[in-house]
């Protein structure tokens, strides 16, 4: 089972995985995420992957700065009760499922 999530500032979207295929899906408050990551779900055969940060260069502000306590906060609450955690990078999602870097979150979604 993979747990992968998309972390933001104030809300978080997640997708549980099985054998590649959703099972379940949410897009929610971070402190409720973090609450589901601290006891309601179950790491010891769960991958927990979290969409990093990556920089390209440009200014960022206070909700980039935000995500990253966030995606910390969630890999510590993982990692604390034994749970394996993967940081994946956009650009690495992009090249898999849409075989180029330049996939625009449309180009992400027409073949869906």
Known sequence: MILA???GSAESAWV??????PVMHAKEPNLELLRRLRGE???MHTLLAIEGIASYGMAVGKEVFDTCMWS?????AWEYRGGR???VYRKEVKIFHCETSRATKRNQHEDS
């Open 72 to 76: 910390g906060r969630f890999r510590e």
């Open 16 to 21: 549980a995985l099985e054998a590649g295929v």
């Open 41 to 43: 779900w179950e790491p």
């Open 85 to 87: 955690v993967q940081i």
């Open 5 to 7: 999530i998309d972390p």
